[in-house]
C-alpha cells in the first residue's frame, strides 16, 4: 500500500519498539503499527480497520505502546526528522515573487 512505511522508515523505527521474546510468536511488529497509523490518519474506528492488518493486535498493541509511552517516543523522533529536514532547506530572503504583482488600492 501506499501509506505504509517505507524501508527507510522501518529502519529507523525498529529500533525504538521493544523486542521482548514471549511464550507466542509477536505479529509483525510492521504491519502493526502501519495498521495503527492507518486508523491515526483516516480517524476510522477501529473496528473499521482492514484485516489485512490484523483483527485486534492494532488496538491492543497500540494502547501498551502508548501506555508504555512508545508512541511519544516516535512522535518526538519524526518531529525532530522533519525538524532535521526543514534546516536544510534553503531559505529564501524577502518576499515571494508572487506578492510583487500585487498592487494595493486607495483605501484599502
Known sequence: MRDE???HD???????????PRGVPRA?????????LWVLRSGAPWRDLPENF?????????VRWRRDQIMEALAAAHDDAVT?????????????STFSSIELRAGE
Open 5 to 7: 512505511l517505507s524501508k
Open 10 to 20: 522501518w529502519s529507523g523505527v525498529k529500533p525504538m519498539l521493544p523486542n521482548k
Open 28 to 36: 509483525n511488529d510492521r504491519r502493526v503499527l502501519n495498521g495503527i
Open 54 to 62: 490484523g483483527p485486534y493486535t492494532c488496538y491492543n498493541r497500540f
Open 84 to 96: 532535521a529536514q526543514l534546516a536544510l532547506r534553503p531559505r529564501k530572503a524577502g518576499i515571494s
